[in-house]
């Protein structure tokens, strides 16, 4: 008999997770803050639960896929959480993008129950959830990782345990800090030709055949050639990400003036009431410092 999974957090990124999980022949319970969230899934097979507490009844693995920690401690150790529900031995998989001190704490908590977490922070965007080809990155015990593997690799096409407990979450962040310096130098590539007079697909199709090509180039560039800022990744996303990396940097004494730079720029989106657009709107922030409007 299959494992009974429980996944709490159903848009974006949770949504389609959970369905590949529903195809894979899991029985699947679930549970979102706005109700209307479950109703596809549960139209996929899924059995809808009135709160976390009960989900975890139902459940050996449960997955969390919400916005913060203080959403997944609420979830987790909350008056109706997780952990008032769970059997000793069930494993919490949180693959919410958190700070590595806070899965650190939760884990910590839910340990007091029997309850063990894996912190699982993945990267694909909404099109590696839906094809199930998403990278994860796994941190916690390396035995409870390896009963979890298998239902992982519905999710990911490269799962891979990284170390003890917050260790996935502190390769998450490594993850941010890659993907906006290539954001960044991917929208400083189209300002300059922008405002250059170049015609961006032709400039594009060039960069992406040489040493430049690279998958924000390839999946988002069209996005930014077409106006087309409706996100799969929001700005608040990004900067409750690279406020996290700054954090852990500033606990390591890690300079990161590149982060801090990508960081002030979102500012100004936010400031431009761009928040919940797509990061890379952070070319419309560009654009305007060169004397541009899109």
């Not at 706005?34 to 009135?50: D, R």
């Amino acid at each position: 008999m299959k494992t009974r999974i429980g996944f709490i957090g159903l848009g974006l990124m949770g949504g389609p997770m959970t369905a590949n999980l529903l195809k894979a022949g899991y029985p699947v319970t679930v549970w979102n803050r706005t109700h209307k969230k479950m109703e596809p899934l549960v139209a996929l097979g899924a059995t809808a639960a009135g709160s976390p507490r009960e989900l975890a009844a139902r459940a050996e693995i449960i997955f969390t896929m919400v916005t913060n920690a203080p959403q997944v401690r609420e979830v987790l150790l909350g008056k109706d959480g997780v952990i008032h529900g769970a059997a000793a031995g069930t494993i919490v998989i949180d693959s919410s993008s958190i700070a590595p001190s806070a899965a650190r704490e939760i884990a910590e908590q839910l340990a007091t129950a029997g309850i063990h977490l894996l912190d699982a922070p993945v990267s694909g965007g909404p099109e590696g959830a839906a094809a199930g080809t998403l990278s994860i990155m796994v941190g916690g015990d390396h035995a409870v990782f390896a009963c979890a593997q298998p239902i992982l690799e519905v999710l990911g096409k490269t799962v891979r345990y990284v170390g003890p407990q917050g260790t996935g979450q502190l390769v998450k962040l490594c993850n941010q800090v890659a993907g906006a310096m290539n954001m960044l130098g991917m929208c400083e590539a189209f300002t300059l030709a922008e405002k250059g007079g170049a015609d961006l697909n032709v400039v594009r199709e060039l960069l992406m055949g040489g040493a430049a090509g690279s998958w924000m180039m390839q999946t988002w560039g069209p996005k930014i050639i077409q106006r087309d800022f409706r996100p799969g990744f929001s700005v608040a996303n990004s900067q409750k990400d690279l406020r996290n990396v700054l954090q852990e940097a500033a606990a390591l004494h890690v300079p990161l003036p590149g982060v801090a730079l990508v960081n002030q720029l979102h500012e100004a989106n936010e400031a431009a009431g761009e928040s919940q657009e797509a990061t890379f709107a952070l070319f419309k922030v560009l654009m305007r410092l060169a004397g541009e409007q899109i």
